[in-house]
């Protein structure tokens, strides 16, 4: 036992000295093992602690990104742990967990591999390399092996480098090097561009905030800046952005609380596919807002809607309990209460903010870097700012600009 508590404080300083890690190594050379959930490729040449400690690249604010030793699965023929065939140059990966797998030949559960200027994203449909039971993903706590080792380090990393468990992985192998990763040939080999094991940035898609949307690519030119004009009753002009304003979208910006609620047009009207419910849609991104166009609406009121930029960035919180002073919302099972209470009722309400989908917590913002009690609704994210006046005590998060970037971020 005191032996397991020295390895895992061994590996929290490792993590903690990762801005002093040395330079990235040559690639490894290719050695097939045949082995299925078996690495395999390396480890012929050295591998390093300090190549662990480089700190991974986050390819966009919120990014729940770890540096990891990757290995290429192959292993044509055989069937994964979801149950699909593995067919000649395939794309997917393997890890460690089956907390993490993908439905079969689902795209659920995706990752973002990054490795030296190139990106692939991949589904989760097989478990491995050497461990079946290390979501090393999760808070340290909750982590099966590896149980106690930090968040982000693979227990068969500790494994490798430390003697962690004797050097034997929960599958009862000898580790033979430190992969967190296996990854499919057509990823691998075509994608990527590796030829040999190596140190990768994995992005945990389904962890990070507005990772569904990261494979929806933008038109391109989206976010250009269109030229001046003079401002007409059909059309605005915003120079702070450079975009423009239409209708149907301009009557509701204007009719429900325009720059302070929604902020600036950061893109023209354009066509997308919603991802909450798979529909064509023409929207329109402000720095707050995703404005959407529903025509089909008898409803006037309702022929523009707002996209659930507050779902994006945050899966609904565990249900809580009434708490005496606050409205209840037992649709969702969450609180409102205090400032937020109050601009939420003033300023729109459900058809505006959505419902709560957390309680009040407190959350460093990708926008800033500063740290703000949050609490998160189904189409936007209230900040409390204290050291304002009101009503500029509380303020909407940028969700439109945020999800604009993350869906930016992604290059093949």
Not at 66 to 87: C, D, P, Q, S, Y
Not at 161 to 184: C, E, L
Not at 224 to 252: C, D, W
Not at 375 to 385: I, L, P, T
């Amino acid at each position: 036992m005191g032996n397991d508590l020295m390895l895992r404080r061994r590996a929290v300083l490792s993590l903690g000295l990762a801005c002093c890690a040395a330079a990235l190594l040559p690639a490894l050379p290719t050695g097939a093992t045949g082995i299925p959930g078996i690495p395999t490729d390396g480890p012929e040449a050295a591998i390093t602690r300090e190549q662990a400690l480089i700190r991974p690249a986050t390819p966009f604010p919120g990014a729940v990104t770890f540096r990891l030793f990757a290995t290429r699965e192959g292993l044509v023929g055989r069937t994964t742990a979801n149950g699909h065939v593995i067919k000649e140059r395939d794309r997917f990966v393997a890890l460690p967990s089956r907390l993490a797998l993908a439905k079969k030949d689902g795209y659920d559960k995706q990752v973002l591999i990054s490795y030296k200027g190139k990106q692939a994203v991949a589904p989760v449909w097989d478990v491995g390399p050497w461990n079946t039971k290390d979501n090393y993903w999760d808070a340290p706590d909750a982590r099966q092996t590896g149980k106690g080792l930090p968040r982000g380090w693979p227990a068969s990393q500790s494994q490798f480098f430390d003697k962690y468990n004797g050097g034997i992985s929960d599958r009862n192998y000898t580790v033979a090097n430190p992969a967190g990763i296996d990854i499919a040939d057509g990823t691998f080999w075509d994608d990527l561009k590796m030829t040999g094991s190596d140190w990768v940035d994995v992005t945990f898609l389904w962890l990070s905030p507005g990772g569904a949307y990261f494979t929806q690519p933008l038109p391109a030119g989206i976010r250009n800046p269109v030229q001046f004009f003079a401002a007409t009753g059909e059309r605005r002009y915003f120079a702070e952005s450079g975009h423009s304003l239409a209708e149907p979208f301009k009557g509701y910006w204007e009719k429900n609380g325009g720059l302070a609620q929604f902020g600036f047009p950061l893109t023209e009207a354009f066509q997308e596919t919603s991802i909450d419910d798979g529909k064509r849609y023409t929207v329109q991104y402000f720095e707050r807002a995703r404005f959407e166009a529903h025509p089909e609406a008898k409803d006037p009121q309702y022929q523009v809607q707002l996209g659930f930029l507050g779902k994006a960035f945050q899966s609904p919180a565990a249900a809580t309990t009434a708490r005496d002073g606050s409205r209840f919302f037992a649709e969702t099972g969450h609180n409102l209460s205090g400032n937020f209470r109050t601009y939420w009722e003033k300023n729109g309400g459900l058809a505006i903010y959505g419902l709560p989908i957390t309680e009040e917590v407190r959350e460093i913002s990708p926008i800033d870097g500063k740290e703000y009690m949050v609490q998160y609704f189904e189409r936007a994210r209230f900040e409390a700012h204290p050291e304002n006046a009101a009503p500029y005590n509380v303020l909407l998060g940028q969700l439109g600009r945020q999800l604009l970037d993350v869906r930016g971020a992604f290059s093949k």
